[in-house]
């Protein structure tokens, strides 16, 4: 027998169909499973004294850091590489200016929403 269940998984919602192999299995009531709350959208990065904060879009490794310190960048000009999960998600500057720190060194872990650099 074949049921189409409907998963929220981060914001987004898929319709999946399944195949309950086992008559027993579909007989018994399955206890409720609460969803994760959806993640707020995304803000700008908040200006900070010295500068704007980029931010990890995501946990994994930093693959590859594409500037400098010193380096002047543009507005959505791509500043780093995140890997998670064998992908590689590009990191882009929220705001032009000049690269003043950089927190992490390529191969280092990071958390969701820790400071990679900062862009003064």
């Known amino acids: 027998m074949k049921k189409t269940v409907r998963i929220s998984f981060e914001g987004k919602t898929y319709d999946v169909e399944v195949e ?7 007989a018994a009531p399955a206890a409720p499973v609460a969803a994760p709350a959806p993640a707020p959208a ?10 704007t904060e980029v931010k990890s879009p995501l946990a994994g490794s930093v693959f590859k850091l594409k500037v400098n310190v010193g380096d002047t960048v543009a507005a959505n000009q791509e ?3 995140i890997e998670a999960l064998k992908m590689e ?17 390529e191969t280092d872990t990071v958390t969701d929403g ?7």
């Open 20 to 26: 309950v192999l086992d008559s027993a299995v579909a």
């Open 79 to 81: 500043v780093a590489v």
């Open 42 to 51: 995304a803000a700008p990065a908040p200006a900070v004294a010295g500068g």
């Open 89 to 105: 998600n590009p990191v882009v500057a929220p705001c032009a200016g000049k690269v003043t720190s950089i927190s992490v060194k």
């Open 114 to 120: 820790q400071v990679l650099m900062t862009i003064a």
